[in-house]
C-alpha cells in the first residue's frame, strides 16, 4: 500500500509541477505469452500515461484488470489465478528518459533509453529498456518492446498448464500523449 501512495503522489508531482507535461489515459499495452501450444495475446487500451518534458521522467499506470483476451477463461484465469487483480489491482512504470537534455524536437523518430522501476504484482524491479520517441506540435508518440519473466514477479503458472504459457512475455507499449 505504501508503494502505490508513493507511486500516486509521485504521479501527482509530475502533473502540479510541470510546466511541459503530455498526457494520455488511453493509451495500449500488449503482451505475449504464446507458445506452441497456445496463443495468449491480450490487449489494454487504458494504459495513463505522463511526460515531463523538462527533465524527461515518465509515469505509466494501468489496471491489470482491463487486459482482454481472446477467451474468456483465460482471461479469468489470468485476473484470479495469476495476476491476482483483486489483491494487485495496476501495475506501475516510475521512470526516465535517459539523456533528456541531448533529445531534439526535430519531428523525426529517435531511439531511446528509458530507465526506471516497474511494479507489478506486488514486486517492484528496476529495468532499462530501449524505446523510439516521435514528436509532432501537439503530440509526442511512444513505443517500447521489452521482455520481462513472469517468475520475477512472484506469478506462479501451476504445472498442468506451464507446457501453454511462455515463461518470458514479450511487452510492447505504444502511447500517444497530446500537451496539458
Known amino acids: 500500500m505504501k508503494n502505490y501512495f508513493l507511486i500516486f503522489i509521485m ?3 509530475v502533473l502540479s509541477f510541470s510546466q511541459e507535461k503530455f498526457i494520455t489515459r488511453n493509451g495500449k ?3 505475449n505469452a504464446s507458445t506452441p501450444l497456445e496463443v495468449i495475446a491480450p490487449v489494454n487500451n487504458y494504459v495513463s500515461c505522463i511526460l ?3 527533465n524527461g521522467n515518465l509515469v505509466f499506470q494501468l489496471k491489470m484488470i482491463s487486459f482482454k483476451f481472446e477467451k474468456a477463461l483465460m482471461e479469468e484465469h489470468f485476473n484470479e489465478k495469476y495476476v491476482e487483480s483483486d489483491k494487485f489491482p495496476k501495475s506501475t512504470f516510475v521512470g526516465q528518459i535517459q539523456n533528456w537534455d541531448d533529445f531534439t524536437w ?3 523518430e529517435q531511439d531511446v ?3 526506471g522501476k516497474i511494479t507489478m504484482h506486488g514486486i517492484e524491479k528496476e529495468i532499462i529498456v530501449k524505446g ?3 514528436t509532432s506540435k501537439s ?3 511512444l513505443s517500447s518492446s521489452f521482455d520481462i519473466i513472469i517468475l520475477d514477479f512472484g506469478i ?3 504445472r498442468l498448464v506451464r507446457d501453454k504459457i511462455s515463461e518470458t512475455v514479450k511487452v510492447e507499449v505504444n502511447v500517444t500523449l497530446i500537451q496539458k
Open 132 to 134: 523510439v520517441i516521435e
Open 106 to 108: 526535430n519531428g523525426i
Open 113 to 115: 533509453v528509458v530507465k
Open 52 to 54: 515531463d518534458t523538462e
Open 139 to 141: 503530440t509526442i508518440s
Open 29 to 31: 499495452v500488449t503482451f
Open 11 to 13: 504521479f501527482l508531482s
Open 156 to 158: 506462479k503458472i501451476p
